[in-house]
């Protein structure tokens, strides 16, 4: 597959056109960014390891019947994707209290969440992607009632299926963050990845944080943690 022109360069990937029109590469930098980049730093082998835990999480996903836009891995950090046109809301799905969830209710760290909450971000960088709600997505026309219903239903189910899988590799899942496209067909796929920059993992027995809140919070090195998480989830899709 010919790589051809970058298409789009966000924080930690670069999105290339190919020869075909509906497929696309993409390619995982080792930039870090936190605070919507107010914090960066280059941290040598992270895009490798983002792209290996994302391919063998989409794969997992995908034996369980969950359609993303992940066609195959084609070296170490670049993906062969569909191309989708990406709807601008992230979810953020929680089962543990953590992060901004603490900070802007005074909700108690650690704190069960069940059932999971799902939250909703408009994702647009130059307005800090803010909290928005199912009223605001329809008022602007961001996406329909049975899509955004589709869309939410889905991450629940990838919910349970990463809660599971990561739990028998001795990982909670606090939180995590999706993004999700429509297809040429107009088909609702997940895309972008699901890596530990856009988790959070922490070690079933220690609570050892093994994800980017290392580098928000200058928790010390990074990579140790996302080898460890490869290390425990690479292997037979289970
Ligand atoms: P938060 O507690 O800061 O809102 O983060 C919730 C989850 O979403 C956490 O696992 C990190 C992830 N996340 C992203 O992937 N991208 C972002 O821009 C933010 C703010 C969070
Ligand atoms: N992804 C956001 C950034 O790049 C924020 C974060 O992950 O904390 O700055």
Redo the contacts with the bound molecule.
């Keep these: 597959m010919d790589k051809k022109s970058p298409v789009y360069e966000g924080?930690a990937k670069i999105v290339y056109a190919t020869d075909d029109p509906e497929l696309f590469v993409l390619y995982f930098k080792d930039d870090a960014?936190?605070?919507?980049?107010k914090k960066k730093a280059v941290i040598e082998k992270k895009g490798e390891l983002n792209a290996k835990i994302s391919a063998r999480i989409f794969s997992y996903l995908q034996s369980h019947g969950i359609g993303s836009h992940f066609v195959k891995a084609l070296s170490d950090r670049e993906f062969l994707v569909k191309k989708v046109d990406i709807i601008p809301i992230e979810l953020v799905i929680r089962n543990i209290a953590a992060g901004s969830l603490c900070k802007r209710l005074g909700i108690e760290e650690k704190k069960a969440i069940c059932p999971p909450l799902v939250e909703y971000y408009y994702k647009r960088d130059d307005l800090d992607d803010p909290i928005f709600s199912p009223d605001h997505i329809f008022f602007m026309e961001l996406c329909d009632r049975e899509t955004l219903d589709r869309i939410r239903k889905q991450a629940l189910k990838i919910n349970d299926l990463l809660q599971s899988f990561f739990d028998e590799r001795g990982i909670t899942l606090v939180d995590f963050k999706l993004e999700f496209g429509l297809d040429s067909q107009g088909n609702v796929l997940l895309a972008d990845e699901i890596s530990p920059?856009g988790c959070r993992l922490w070690d079933k027995e220690t609570q050892n944080i093994m994800d980017?809140d290392r580098f928000?919070k200058d928790l010390g090195d990074l990579i140790p943690a996302y080898e460890e998480v490869y290390r425990r989830i690479e292997g037979d899709i289970s």
């Design positions: 924080k960014t936190a605070f919507n980049a920059d980017k928000r």
